[in-house]
């Protein structure tokens, strides 16, 4: 099967920046479309940013001009770099993927999370 692990959340201050990173492994024949989202407590599950594979983006209204979403195709790895941060960006981050495991198949992979806290 497919694995994504994210990496990079942590404690941040207020108008600190952070880099988060998701690495897919496993049995893949092709990444498409990769992304991030996010999920406050008490909240549902938002769109931060997507990226296809030929690098076209997409973000979230509350994060465009802040972050910046970026991949490595080589390396099947999706980026993250958020700045300016807010305490309102304070969430659990999570790393998507549509990942084709054959020409004919492909299937919606999750990383299990990263936490991001924004808070002086």
């Known amino acids: 099967q497919v694995q994504l692990v994210e990496s990079g959340g942590g404690l941040v201050q207020p108008g600190g920046s952070l880099r988060l990173s998701c690495a897919a492994s496993?049995?893949?024949?092709?990444?498409?479309?990769m992304g991030w989202y996010r999920q406050a407590p008490g909240k549902q599950r938002e769109l931060v940013a997507t990226?296809?594979?030929?690098?076209?983006?997409n973000y979230g209204d509350s994060v465009k001009g802040r972050f910046t979403i970026s991949r490595d195709n080589a390396k099947n790895m999706v980026y993250l770099q958020m700045s300016s941060l807010k305490p309102e960006d304070t969430a659990v981050y999570y790393c998507?993927?549509?990942?084709?495991?054959?020409?004919?198949?492909?299937?919606?992979?999750w990383g299990q999370g990263t936490q991001v806290t924004v808070s002086s």
């Open positions: 998507n993927a549509d990942v084709a495991i054959s020409r004919y198949i492909s299937n919606i992979y």
């Open positions: 496993g049995r893949i024949f092709n990444i498409n479309a």
């Open positions: 990226i296809t594979s030929s690098s076209s983006t």
